[in-house]
């Protein structure tokens, strides 16, 4: 992020003021995306005038390369250098389109490939001792909260930001299905098993007691009565995670761990996908390694001649 004494220009003001409005209105890209492009672009921009550039016209592919190599040498993380310059791509490339500039740099602007890393999950074991952990906790409405919040986040594979904005109305409980909305604002169904039923179906009879004014239609709430945000919610995650003694596991970790379940249960790739609403096959197939390194290890310890 560009600090205090970056001051950037007012051309780049302009650009980058609608250009967040683009990946907000238009592209209908989640509050998360928003920031991080803007972010991205804003250090882009703060970069550029520190080389006596005043507007998008001006950047050429050395001004983006030197931002990038300044990044890696305070150390920034491969896959973070990689999201920079897609928003750097898309900047220049938008900037393009709407006569801000007469070339695109960003074309020719490479990115470092992202560090191939497998997602930590826990074993079926582990992750049902985290649902006995929160089945077992005390007695009280916020307790309820938190035992449907490990109960859906693990039975239906979404993301801790899709389950903050679920509503009361897009459970279907009679089908054992929800309606979930999840990047770029693509609706799909999801899924969920008896306990998640049993464990959603207690919160929703008191919900009532924590349930404020301004939550009415949402599905999970805070102490405070208003919708539950993400950071309460991965607490809720990491408290659980402590008290059953398994390793320390964040609301992706749980999706994570349902994706791999799934699959080493015998369902498809694209089950999955549509499961867990991935846009491309391949970021599915991540997990497919996970199985395949799990597999490894039993054969390493089990076999004769392993």
């Given at each position: 992020?560009?600090?205090?004494?970056?001051?950037?220009?007012?051309g780049?003001?302009?650009?980058?003021a609608?250009?967040?409005a683009?990946?907000?209105?238009?592209?209908?890209?989640?509050?998360?995306?928003?920031?991080?492009y803007?972010?991205?672009?804003?250090?882009l921009?703060?970069?550029?005038?520190?080389?006596?550039?005043?507007?998008?016209?001006?950047?050429?592919?050395?001004?983006?390369?030197a931002?990038?190599?300044?990044?890696?040498a305070?150390?920034l993380?491969?896959?973070s250098l990689?999201?920079?310059?897609?928003?750097?791509?898309a900047?220049?490339?938008?900037?393009?389109?709407?006569?801000?500039?007469?070339v695109?740099p960003?074309?020719?602007?490479a990115?470092?490939?992202?560090g191939?890393t497998?997602?930590?999950?826990?074993?079926?074991?582990?992750?049902?001792?985290?649902?006995?952990?929160?089945?077992?906790?005390?007695?009280?409405?916020?307790?309820?909260r938190?035992?449907?919040v490990?109960?859906?986040?693990?039975?239906?594979?979404i993301?801790?930001?899709?389950?903050?904005?679920?509503?009361?109305?897009?459970?279907?409980?009679?089908?054992?299905?929800?309606?979930?909305?999840?990047?770029?604002?693509?609706?799909?169904?999801?899924?969920?098993?008896?306990?998640a039923?049993?464990?959603?179906?207690?919160w929703?009879?008191?919900?009532?007691?924590?349930?404020?004014?301004?939550?009415?239609?949402?599905?999970?709430?805070?102490?405070?009565?208003?919708r539950?945000?993400?950071?309460?919610?991965?607490?809720?995650?990491h408290?659980?995670a402590?008290?059953?003694?398994?390793?320390?596991i964040?609301?992706?970790?749980?999706?994570?761990?349902?994706?791999?379940?799934?699959?080493?249960?015998?369902?498809?790739?694209?089950?999955?996908?549509?499961?867990?609403?991935?846009?491309?096959?391949a970021?599915t197939?991540r997990?497919?390694h996970?199985?395949?390194?799990?597999?490894?290890?039993?054969?390493?310890?089990?076999?004769p001649?392993?």
């Amino acid at each position: 992020m560009p600090t205090a004494d970056d001051l950037i220009p007012a051309g780049f003001e302009t650009a980058l003021a609608g250009f967040v409005a683009h990946l907000r209105d238009e592209r209908g890209c989640s509050p998360a995306t928003v920031r991080a492009y803007a972010s991205d672009v804003a250090s882009l921009c703060a970069s550029c005038a520190r080389h006596d550039v005043a507007e998008p016209a001006q950047i050429r592919l050395g001004h983006l390369r030197a931002w990038l190599a300044a990044d890696a040498a305070r150390g920034l993380a491969r896959s973070s250098l990689a999201r920079r310059a897609a928003s750097a791509r898309a900047f220049t490339a938008w900037c393009l389109r709407r006569g801000l500039a007469t070339v695109d740099p960003g074309t020719r602007l490479a990115s470092p490939r992202p560090g191939r890393t497998l997602p930590s999950v826990l074993t079926v074991s582990q992750a049902d001792a985290v649902m006995a952990s929160a089945a077992g906790a005390e007695a009280g409405a916020l307790s309820a909260r938190d035992r449907a919040v490990v109960e859906t986040l693990y039975a239906t594979g979404i993301r801790v930001a899709e389950l903050c904005a679920l509503d009361v109305d897009d459970l279907d409980f009679a089908r054992r299905t929800m309606r979930v909305l999840g990047k770029g604002d693509k609706e799909r169904t999801v899924p969920f098993g008896e306990p998640a039923e049993r464990a959603l179906s207690a919160w929703i009879a008191v919900r009532s007691q924590v349930a404020g004014p301004l939550a009415r239609s949402a599905l999970f709430v805070g102490a405070r009565g208003r919708r539950l945000d993400p950071r309460a919610a991965r607490t809720v995650v990491h408290r659980m995670a402590e008290l059953a003694g398994v390793p320390d596991i964040a609301p992706h970790g749980l999706r994570h761990s349902a994706a791999t379940h799934v699959l080493e249960g015998g369902a498809d790739l694209r089950s999955v996908q549509e499961l867990l609403g991935h846009a491309s096959l391949a970021t599915t197939q991540r997990y497919t390694h996970v199985s395949i390194e799990r597999l490894r290890s039993a054969f390493a310890q089990a076999h004769p001649r392993a």
